[in-house]
T-cell receptor
């Protein structure tokens, strides 16, 4: 069964600090891994997309890494801002039946305090 | 470019009633996806349209759920009759092409409450 586990479940940090969120997965056959940011009451917004051959991808202050051998990914947020408070969701897709079937993690809830 | 829109934003119905959710994808996006998040759980895939055809509907929970995309533009998801466990947030997403590295754009979701 395909699964995506994220840790920690929640995290509180001070503005300006860095943090790293973790994602472990058992999804096969692996196609791609995405990190999304979801603000309360809104739909998820894509931060990074990585395929099998990519091991790092940056988007501004967000940097994602992928280790396909250990099936782990991380999302590092640098110099956090109050607007970074949100849920961060790891999604791993398998290519099946001509489609890309995503498996979502439960997300890490990040709160940035001033 | 307008984003993915969903209607209604909220719906409260009684068990046994029928509800229809609508999704308007980004113009030109052939691929349309429906997802659902039940309280306290992760978002789960329901189905995937390519234009008007169902590419994959392996995530549809049962035959009380009917999704359509006539004409390959907007899509509807009908729940009939609704049950208590159908409560959750229903998301729609679209993408221009079907490929592993292509971004999906999500709508804001429809929050469904079944009483």
């Amino acid at each position: 069964k395909n699964q995506v586990e994220q840790s920690p479940q929640s995290l509180i940090i001070l503005e300006g600090k860095n943090c790293t969120l973790q994602c472990n997965y058992t999804v096969s056959p692996f196609s791609n891994l995405r990190w999304y940011k979801q603000d309360t009451g809104r739909g998820p917004v894509s931060l990074t997309i990585m395929t099998f051959s990519e091991n790092t991808k940056s988007n501004g202050r967000y940097t994602a890494t992928l280790d396909a051998d250990t099936k782990q990914s991380s999302l590092h947020i640098t110099a956090s801002q109050l607007s970074d408070s949100a849920s961060y969701i790891c999604v791993v897709s398998a290519e099946e039946r001509g489609s890309y079937i995503p498996t979502f993690g439960r997300g890490t809830s990040l709160i940035v305090h001033p | 470019e307008a984003g993915v829109t969903q209607f209604p934003s909220h719906s409260v119905i009684e068990k046994g009633q029928t509800v229809t959710l609508r999704c308007d994808p980004i113009s030109g996006h052939d691929n349309l996806y429906w997802y659902r998040r039940v309280m306290g759980k992760e978002i789960k895939f329901l189905l995937h349209f390519v234009k008007e055809s169902k590419q994959d509907e392996s995530g549809m929970p049962n035959n009380r759920f009917l999704a359509e995309r006539t004409g390959g533009t907007y899509s509807t998801l009908k729940v009939q009759p609704a049950e208590l466990e159908d409560s959750g947030v229903y998301f729609c997403a679209s993408s221009r092409r079907l490929a592993g590295g292509i971004e999906q754009f999500f709508g804001p979701g429809t929050r469904l409450t079944v009483l």
